[in-house]
């Protein structure tokens, strides 16, 4: 790597700005690189000395980090922290109340949808609430335990939080699934992962438009019994909307059916329950939660991590991406059904006592200034969006913006699909006021946390460009050959050498216990999964696309056979998709690697996981495109199949007509 901007480059280059290095985590280009090195030939020293931030109530077993990526020396593993103890919801919150006296921190500043609904929450009011959550969970007929999954129905509202932390607490493993999604998707989600419990709400507010939850949620719950697979034997209901009544919501527009034994009011429930309950101790590599990236076809995949990984990955590269400050006040705007939700709402600020807003609502609604109104309402000093929003909000102009203060704001972040420098340089010149770095950061669901992305005060920026790897993350660029190429390059993106935390991810498989592992490049004779991706002179990583469904797995009985032929296959550039199974806590799941053996050496990534045929398109980011549509006024919104929940399109639609 080069100092960029040290010799002639087409692209504009914005050097960090001054005023945020002197207590910055990452100050320079100098320590980034330092860090780096540090990270990716030393990674066992590296995590070591990350993992000393956190509570671990036994040491590893064996050593901190073992792995093997050489196919040629038997089975592909990466095992961090072995048989270490700890629990993640002691990490965040006790940890932070007990140990580092920050009780009295505002956790979150909730935002509701309605502007005049609103509610701040301490760190220490958040361990009293999941400690009673965890209490109604474990007490429940057949209690939450170690490993039982519990499906998670919620919007963006404290609760959501607070149960995904009970459940932590529990080393019960949490399912959220967006709570825009349809039922459909919701009980497909509870069937994968034959899920004990559900949590949701009566209802929900997005804009104008009331959504009945409760009611998805119980049509979810039929056609599981439908497919004659029931497993859920509690259903917790949050009163968000509806008034208080017994076993029934009575308010003016919301009516809900009560199940008699399974529905169970969170109210009601929590009222009783005791505010103490001890932690489970975990090992390092049991799993925190599922996530399941939705299939463009098939089966949605449950993505899942694991506590011990997860925790160090999150918690460092919050603090140094958005290089977090005690004074900071932090908004990521993304629903927290999304990864980004889990790793920066809930998990990375929470592990750096971090305060940050937790928003109801769309950007449009009441107004669309909404966003800006925030900012100044809680002083956000970090701000985290999609570049969809930032698109949609630069359509209203400049006019919006004017009427509030911004100048609270240090650092502003994107995620979710390339920023074109368009919208780059609005969010950097109209939002932050040209005081403010753009930190565009690339990840994925399976990599848990930041993969390409600037440091504020350490790397300089080129709109358009998720600039230079995280620490631990070696990134490599690999031709349709599966050979590395080197210096300025175009190809497929992956990710190399060294193991990182963040890596850290299964796939939930319980349904396809014979999931098979098929060759790639021999059996296609083509292609690799990762995203498309250039690398420029200054060694700036450029996102160009995603290229989809290159890898194949399925089959049944050929699995064993095929896998030890490939074992013993050692020909030069062929690339392997290795499963193997991992049984923790009562729970069976694969983890999918993707090996690449070519001339140079052997290259193991997570990616392997995004080559399967049910290919995350998610119906997050069909909305972006539909959102830039309505926002645009486009009547034909082409093809909404795959979309998740079509109803979002008639409450954004009207919003639009409202505010235009
Ligand atoms: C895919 C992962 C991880 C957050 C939410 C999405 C695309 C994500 C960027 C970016 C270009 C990006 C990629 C990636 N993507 N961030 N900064 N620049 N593309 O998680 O649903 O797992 O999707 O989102 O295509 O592979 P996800």
């Known amino acids: 790597m080069v100092v960029p901007g040290s010799h002639h480059t087409e692209e504009q280059v914005f050097p960090p700005p001054l005023e945020l290095q002197n207590d910055a985590h990452v100050p320079d280009f100098q320590s980034y690189l330092q860090l780096y090195k540090k990270s990716v030939d030393e990674p066992e020293v590296f995590w070591k000395e990350v993992a000393q931030d956190f509570f671990w ?70 361990l009293k609430e999941v400690c009673r959550c965890a209490n109604v969970l474990k007490s429940m007929e057949t209690g939450v335990g170690k490993g039982d999954r519990v499906a998670v129905y919620l919007p963006m509202i404290p609760e959501l939080v607070c149960v995904m932390l009970a459940c932590a607490r529990l080393g019960a493993v949490h399912s959220v699934v967006f709570a825009g999604f349809s039922s459909e998707s919701l009980c497909e989600r509870i069937l994968d992962s034959q899920c004990l419990f559900l949590v949701t709400a009566d209802g929900v507010f997005r804009g104008e438009k009331l959504i009945n939850l409760k009611q998805i949620a119980d049509e979810a719950l039929e056609k599981c019994k439908e497919k004659g697979n029931f497993t859920i034997k509690t259903c917790i209901v949050v009163r968000h909307v509806g008034d208080k009544m017994k076993n029934g919501i009575v ?36 799993p925190l939660f599922i996530l399941y990236t939705s299939g463009s076809t098939g089966k949605p995949k449950g993505v899942l991590h694991s506590v011990a990984g997860y925790l160090l990955y999150t918690a460092l590269s919050f603090k140094c991406v958005f290089d977090h400050q005690p004074g900071d006040v932090y908004w990521c705007t993304a629903d927290i059904g999304w990864i980004t939700g889990h790793s920066y709402i809930t998990y990375g600020p929470l592990a750096n006592g971090a305060t940050s807003v937790l928003f109801e609502g769309i950007p449009v609604y009441p107004h669309v200034g909404r966003f800006w109104e925030i900012i100044e309402k809680y002083g956000v000093s970090k701000f985290y969006t999609a570049p969809t929003a930032i698109r949609l909000l630069m359509k209203y102009g400049q006019e919006p913006l004017k009427q509030f203060n911004l100048d609270s704001l240090k650092i502003l972040g994107t995620v979710g699909e390339p920023i074109n420098p368009e919208a780059w340089l609005w969010f950097y010149n109209v939002v932050g006021q040209q005081r403010c770095p753009v930190l565009d950061t690339f990840w994925q ?143 069976d799941y694969t983890r999918l690697n993707l090996v690449i053996n070519t001339k140079k050496g052997i290259y193991c990534t997570g990616d392997a996981i995004d080559g399967l045929p049910v290919f995350p398109v998610t119906a997050g980011k069909i909305l972006r495109r539909v959102l830039r549509q309505i926002a645009r006024g486009e009547k034909d919104l082409g093809d909404l199949s795959t979309l998740a929940d079509p109803r979002v399109v008639e409450v954004l639609s009207s919003q639009r007509s409202e505010a235009a």
């Open 57 to 126: 109530k036994s040491p590893p077993k064996g050593q901190f980090l073992q792995y093997n990526f050489d196919v040629t020396r038997g089975s592909i593993y990466v095992k961090f922290m072995e048989g270490a103890k700890t629990n993640m919801c002691y990490n965040v919150l006790d940890r932070n109340v007990k140990e580092k006296n920050l009780g009295e921190k505002v956790a979150y500043f909730w935002e509701g949808n309605s502007p005049d609904r609103q509610r701040s929450i301490t760190y220490r009011q958040l």
């Open 445 to 587: 669901t399976e990599t848990g946390g930041h993969v390409l992305t600037p440091l504020p005060s350490a790397i300089p920026l080129k709109p358009g460009s998720a600039t230079l790897p995280f620490f631990g993350v070696q990134p490599a660029i690999l031709n349709e050959h599966g050979e590395e190429l080197e210096g300025e390059a175009e190809g497929y993106l992956v990710r190399a050498k060294t193991p990182y935390p963040g890596y850290q991810c299964f796939i939930f498989l319980i349904e396809q216990r014979n999931a098979a592992v098929l060759p790639t490049q021999s059996q296609h004779g083509k292609g690799l999964s990762g995203p498309g991706c250039r690398r420029d002179k200054d060694g700036y990583y450029w996102i160009t696309g995603r290229i989809d469904d290159m890898l194949n797995v399925s089959g049944k009985d050929s699995k064993n056979k095929l896998l030890d032929s490939l074992m013993n296959n050692q020909a030069q550039g062929s690339q392997l998709v290795v499963a193997h199974r991992t049984t923790h806590c009562s729970m």
């Open 251 to 286: 308010s003016n527009k919301l009516q809900t059916h009560w199940t008699a034994g399974v529905d169970v009011w969170w109210d009601e429930a929590m009222a009783s329950a005791g505010e103490e309950c001890e932690p489970e101790w975990v090992e390092a590599e049991d």
